[in-house]
T-cell receptor, first 114, second 118 residues
Framework: GDSVTQMEGPVTLSEEACLTINCTYTATGYPSLFWYVQYPGEGLQLLLKATKADDKGSNKGFEATYRKETTSFHLEKGSVQVSDSAVYFCALSDRTGANSKLTFGKGITLSVRP | EAEVAQSPRYKITEKSQAVAFWCDPISGHATLYWYRQILGQGPELLVQFQDESVVDDSQLPKDRFSAERLKGVDSTLKIQPAELGDSAMYLC????????????????FGPGTRLTVL
């Protein structure tokens, strides 16, 4: 079945440091890939997405590129801020008819210190 | 801005009791999802509705869990009887119609109901 593997956390960075969070996936079809973010006390929010190979999703300074050859969708940001502290989830949707469920990784907690 | 509403936000119950959670999706969203998120894990789908019909409930423990969306709008998820292992965050999400020919439609998540079973 479909699965998503994220690097182990938590991750603690200083403000303005570079961020990379690794994500790899296993899917039978041609999935769409997503990064969701969960800020403290809030629900999940879509951060960015990519729907086909070589697509780059970007939002709020974050980027991720859909790499079919390595089945990866790593999240990157050049300069993190304290406000980026949250839990980040990589996810995929492998559409089968009307079934469009999301399959999530375990999530990783990012803490950014001033 | 339209949001997915869930209630209650927090629920504490004793094992063997019945609990129910309510979700009101964004107006016009035909597809509704219930996910369960155990602490330290990613959300896992319990059930997906398209209008009032169940599309996928393969991961729903049907001996104790039930879900309904009678008029194709709001939905209720029930657990009876609750067990210690049911302690988790229960998330509801909605999206525009997930038809066979449509492209991916973003899922919008509610704030969740945190259940603690004692």
């Amino acid at each position: 079945g479909d699965s998503v593997t994220q690097m182990e956390g938590p991750v603690t960075l200083s403000e303005e440091a570079c961020l990379t969070i690794n994500c790899t996936y296993t899917a039978t079809g041609y999935p769409s890939l997503f990064w969701y973010v969960q800020y403290p006390g809030e629900g999940l929010q879509l951060l960015l997405k990519a729907t086909k190979a070589d697509d780059k999703g970007s939002n709020k300074g974050f980027e991720a590129t859909y790499r079919k050859e390595t089945t990866s969708f790593h999240l990157e940001k050049g300069s993190v801020q304290v406000s980026d502290s949250a839990v980040y989830f990589c996810a995929l949707s492998d559409r089968t008819g009307a079934n469009s469920k999301l399959t999530f990784g375990k999530g990783i907690t990012l803490s950014v210190r001033p | 801005e339209a949001e997915v509403a869930q209630s209650p936000r927090y629920k504490i119950t004793e094992k063997s009791q019945a609990v129910a959670f309510w979700c009101d999706p964004i107006s016009g969203h035909a597809t509704l999802y219930w996910y369960r998120q155990i602490l330290g894990q990613g959300p896992e789908l319990l059930v997906q509705f398209q209008d009032e019909s169940v599309v996928d409930d393969s991961q729903l423990p049907k001996d104790r869990f039930s879900a309904e969306r009678l008029k194709g709008v709001d939905s209720t998820l029930k657990i009876q009887p609750a067990e210690l292992g049911d302690s988790a965050m229960y998330l509801c999400a909605s999206s525009l119609e997930a038809g066979v020919l449509s492209s991916y439609n973003e899922q919008f998540f509610g704030p969740g109901t945190r259940l603690t079973v004692l």
